[in-house]
T-cell receptor
């Protein structure tokens, strides 16, 4: 499995964009980049995932570099409720439920603190 | 409905007790997971069920016994736990895109 490297912590001002980087220089061609976050004492929450194209949903945008060795999660207008640990995970995905490729291996993540 | 429901939310048990954690999802997912999370650490995978069969056991001690009675339900039976087993226990289910949906967890304290 490709390993990921994230900064341990980041601060962001409320209302500004939060840009969270992730390095995954050993990513394979069939591995996706997944982002989850975990707000204190809650279960992790899925945010977004992508293979090579940039992706956007109602929560965030995911920018993947052309060589796929790094990515950035963008929260366009951070709020205090976005304070959480953000995990970047690289995994193969499958169109069924078999095998171990869908399993998530969590790293230490980035602790994002959104400040007023 | 993208909800995974875990009960109970909190559990306190003695080292000689037997208790069970329950997890339920109605999204039609056929892969379900148990994770353990200690304070200030990331979640660690314990068990994976695929099509109601145990497919992965990450060398978890036998005092933790998982069970998948049907495609919507996952249990974790606990017996003779140690104080170091105190943690947040998370359940998740996965869709075919590889996205996992997590419950809120059961916070377990072993006295």
């Amino acid at each position: 499995d490709a390993k990921t490297t994230q900064p341990p912590s980041m601060d962001c001002a409320e209302g500004r964009a939060a840009n969270l980087p992730c390095n995954h220089s050993t990513i394979s061609g069939n591995e996706y980049v997944y982002w989850y976050r975990q707000i204190h004492s809650q279960g992790p929450q899925y945010i977004i995932h992508g293979l090579k194209n940039n992706e956007t949903n109602e929560m965030a945008s995911l920018i993947i570099t052309e060589d796929r060795k790094s990515s950035t999660l963008i929260l366009p207008h951070a709020t205090l409720r976005d304070t959480a640990v953000y995990y970047c995970i690289v995994r193969v995905t499958m169109g069924n439920y078999g095998g171990s490729q869908g399993n998530l291996i969590f790293g230490k993540g980035t602790k994002l603190s959104v400040k007023p | 409905d993208t909800e995974v429901t875990q009960t109970p939310k909190h559990l306190v048990m003695g080292m000689t007790n037997k208790k069970s954690l329950k997890c339920e999802q109605h999204m039609g997912h056929r892969a379900m997971y148990w994770y353990k999370q200690k304070a200030k650490k990331p979640p660690e995978l314990m068990f994976v069920y695929s099509y109601e069969k145990l497919s992965i056991n990450e060398s978890v001690p036998s005092r933790f016994s998982p069970e998948c009675p049907n495609s919507s339900l996952l249990n974790l039976h606990l017996h003779a736990l140690q104080p170091e087993d105190s943690a947040l226990y998370l359940c998740a289910s996965r869709d075919v895109r590889g996205v996992q949906y997590f419950g809120a967890g059961t916070r377990l304290s072993v006295l």
